[in-house]
Nanobody, 126 residues
Framework: QVQLVESGGGLVRPGGSVTLSCTASGWTFDYSRIGWFRQAPGKKREAILCTSDTDGKTYFSESVIGRFTIHIDNDKKTNILEMTSLQSEDTGIYYC???????????????????WGRGTQVTVSS
């Protein structure tokens, strides 16, 4: 059984940084794609990135490009999302998802991921 667990969320001040982790059990991230999504209060869940260990490519949404980075630990069971220059618009529940293969050309679709974590809350507020 595949399980993804996100951790590292919390309260951060505007302009600050936070690091989220997504740890897998029953799965490894090699030859897989990883998606991070977030859901702001009262809004639909949106994709913020897709990265694939298969080809090493990463795609970011315009809202986070240049501020967020992602890497996969050598054990291929944990991926780390580093978020900087956070603003109130970054507040939300952050979800990790995974599936085998590459990031598809249209990479932000929830239907392209089978396995999801339960999310971790990030609140950006002074």
């Amino acid at each position: 059984q595949v399980q993804l667990v996100e951790s590292g969320g919390g309260l951060v001040r505007p302009g600050g940084s936070v690091t989220l982790s997504c740890t897998a059990s029953g799965w490894t991230f090699d030859y897989s794609r990883i998606g991070w999504f977030r859901q702001a209060p009262g809004k639909k869940r949106e994709a913020i990135l897709c990265t694939s260990d298969t080809d090493g490519k990463t795609y970011f949404s315009e809202s986070v490009i240049g501020r967020f980075t992602i890497h996969i630990d050598n054990d291929k069971k944990t991926n780390i999302l580093e978020m900087t220059s956070l603003q109130s618009e970054d507040t939300g529940i952050y979800y990790c998802a995974t599936e085998g293969g590459f990031c598809p050309p249209i990479w932000g679709l929830e239907q392209d991921y089978t396995h999801w974590g339960r999310g971790t809350q990030v609140t950006v507020s002074s």
